[in-house]
């Protein structure tokens, strides 16, 4: 047996003795157990650390982190940096695809390549082969598709039968248009569904080879479809039907959608129910796509005035649900957005309670995996059918199930997200809390979300009717940043007016607040010089702006009672050198507060100047105001000045 003494390096730890023998173990060796394989998709781990943090509500969204001198603060600025920045990808792939040569040393090399960053092949007759074409088909490279394959033909080249049923289906699905990419960022800004081609590529492959067979067919019924291809959807059915075609889930799909929605309800049904007996004869089953189509005719015959067609399309819609519901077929978000668009109609104003049941059945659940295009449509339709029945609780209890799960993925789109916040700031701030409503705004405004110029209306009357006057600067700043909530020039002095009026209406004196005396100052002098840059604008001339007079009354009266007499005498400057333009003259009562303003200061020649004014424009009270100035120790040619400017009112007496 070894003994080991093993020293440690405090001094008032004892010394300790392990015993090592050879012969008996004094400890069992534990059993290693690997644990089975846990399969990982390619974004599982960046999933993991986005799961980590929330959403930052005080930096800009992420398509707009180039530079910080360009973050865009309104709806329209926002539209077009994301198109702008589409566009410059575009030019520069353009340039690319040119001019490849100018690219050969600078050009990043990735491991392996990356296909859509590569410049496009030019193709000849010497460079293609049937295996590229087959390799551009399986890409989902449309157009360079069309061409290989036109290269293909004028060389004489035969082609399988399979690679052109497969180029016909791509060509016909995309309408011969390149495949939309998943992450473009100017998804949702521009709605650019082009009507399908008429005569164009797929027309001409369809019918070179005479005869057509079912896969071509079928392919032609889903791309017609897809593309608005108008009656002839219906005919092409009808050719498929006649030949006994399997059609897929799909071709029954798009048929659907297709129905006339100016025709009656009862006819309407009747066709949707006959391609759905075809679909049972054929033993296709129905999808959760096939009741959106369904519901998707029933939402436009909702439409109608009438209110037998609406009350027969609720009936109806109800009843296809129970029935989609008994075949086992799984919800989508995509089924309730088109029952609140039926239920619910923003020009009739049916209170229909539609959404709250809806809520209740989904509460809690993670719908985040979409299914149809209509999935993504859910969100901004609830939250602007809040808004139209005022139901503030209803729309928190929909702001908590975007945030349940991953359902927030579903608001990625820029038109989505845009419908969603304009309408949630909206039901809130006039329905719940002011607090709530000021705290929802600053949270979202003005990365996130930005008003609109009613919006503000609303805000500013609430910031004044709660004398929550805290808050104005900062609401101020943003309707500055936003451009007035992208309002016309009309509206935008409009909200420079209800400012100053909220400023003349509480001092400052009688809040506990510090420094709003300098924040109004600034507000004014702010509102004041937007009006001096925009009289000569073409959008609204000064003669025009009935509102010009009225703001430079509230201006002056507001920098007289902050002591800010420069901002006062710039306003009566301006409205001396504009009273032949100006629609209105400043008020009796602002200018006798002017004046005698000026000679408490000893500013008697701006009072004369202001009398000057009063004169010129024919003010009742000229006179009045004239004594007033002509009190005060004058010098003498400021005393010939007041007597030629009123030597022809009998009411003046010569000083």
């Known amino acids: 047996m070894l003994s080991i003494c093993l020293r440690r390096s405090s001094p008032r730890l004892p010394c300790t003795s392990v015993s090592l023998s050879t012969s008996t173990p004094s400890f069992s060796t534990p059993e290693i157990v690997i644990p089975p394989r846990i399969e990982r998709g390619p974004t599982d781990l960046l999933e993991a650390l986005a799961s980590t943090v929330g959403k930052d509500y005080t930096a800009p969204h992420y398509r707009y982190h180039d530079d910080p001198w360009l973050i865009p603060y309104k709806t329209n600025n926002k539209r077009d940096f994301t198109l702008s920045k589409e566009a410059g990808k575009k030019a520069a792939q353009y340039i690319l695809n040119k001019h490849p040569d100018l690219f050969e040393h600078n050009r990043i090399v990735a491991e392996p390549p990356i296909t859509a960053f590569q410049p496009r092949a030019a193709y000849n007759r010497d460079n293609i082969t049937v295996e590229l074409l087959d390799n551009l088909v399986s890409s989902f490279q449309v157009q360079d598709s069309i061409e290989v394959f036109s290269l293909l033909q004028k060389k004489g080249k035969e082609i399988p039968d399979e690679m052109k049923q497969s180029l016909l289906e791509l060509v016909a699905f995309n309408n011969e248009a390149e495949a939309e990419e998943d992450g473009v960022e100017s998804r949702g800004i521009i709605k650019n569904q082009e009507k399908w081609k008429e005569g164009g590529f797929v027309e001409q492959m369809y019918s070179e080879g005479g005869e057509s067979c079912e896969s071509e067919r079928v392919a032609m019924l889903v791309g017609l479809g897809r593309h608005g291809g108008g009656q002839r959807v219906w005919q092409m059915y009808e050719e498929c039907k006649a030949s006994n075609d399997r059609i897929p889930v799909e071709g029954y799909n798009v048929v659907i959608t297709r129905v006339d929605k100016k025709e009656g309800v009862e006819k309407n049904m009747g066709s949707i129910k006959e391609v759905l007996m075809d679909m049972k004869d054929a033993g296709v089953a129905p999808t959760v796509a096939t009741l959106i189509s369904v519901l998707d005719v029933l939402s436009g015959m ?76 859910f969100f901004p339709s609830a939250m602007k059918v809040c808004n139209l029945q005022n139901n503030v609780k209803l729309a928190w209890r929909v702001d908590e199930f975007l945030h349940t799960g991953q359902n927030s993925r579903l608001l990625s789109d820029f038109q989505h997200e845009t419908v969603y916040y304009n309408n949630f700031l909206a039901v809130v701030l006039q329905n719940d809390e002011f607090q709530t409503a000021i705290d929802l705004y600053n949270k979202l405004t003005p990365h996130t979300s930005s008003p609109m110029f009613p919006y503000y209306q609303t805000l500013l009357n609430h910031i004044h009717n709660n004398g929550a006057l805290q808050h104005l600067s900062k609401v101020w700043d943003d309707l500055q940043a936003s451009d ?47 009006l001096e840059d925009g009289k000569t604008s073409k959008a609204l001339y000064l003669r025009f702006n009935t509102l010009a007079p009225n703001i430079c009354d509230l201006v002056v009266t507001v920098a007289l009672r902050e002591g800010n007499y420069e901002l006062a005498v710039k306003v009566i400057d301006f409205c001396r050198e504009e009273k032949t333009v ?33 004169v010129d424009v024919g003010s009742s009270d000229a006179l009045k105001v004239g004594l007033v100035v002509a009190e005060t120790d004058l010098r003498m040619d400021q005393k010939d000045f007041l007597n030629k400017l009123f030597k022809s009112n009998s009411g003046w007496v010569n000083i």
Request: glycine share 4%; net charge negative.
């Open 302 to 377: 909702a439409r109608s005035r009438e209110k037998e067609r609406y009350e027969a399309s609720c009936r109806l819609a109800l009843d296809m649900l129970a029935e989609f519901r008994v075949l086992g077929v799984e919800m989508s978000l995509g089924v309730y957005t088109l029952l609140v668009d039926i239920f619910v109609d923003n020009k009739n104003m049916h209170k229909s309670p539609i959404l709250t049941d809806i809520m209740n059945e989904l509460e809690g659940k993670d719908m985040s995996h979409a299914q149809h295009s209509q999935d993504l449509w």
């Open 484 to 530: 007035y909530g992208q309002a016309n020039k009309e509206n935008q002095y409009a909200l420079t007016y209800q400012v100053m009026q909220i400023l003349k209406a509480n001092d400052p004196t009688l809040f506990d607040l510090t420094g709003l005396s300098e924040v109004w100052v600034d507000i004014s002098r702010k509102v004041f010089n937007h």
């Open 582 to 614: 100006m629609a209105k003259n400043l008020s009796n009562d602002v200018l006798a507060d002017f004046i005698k303003a000026s000679v408490s200061l000893g500013e008697f020649d701006k009072a004369i100047e202001a009398v000057e004014y009063s």
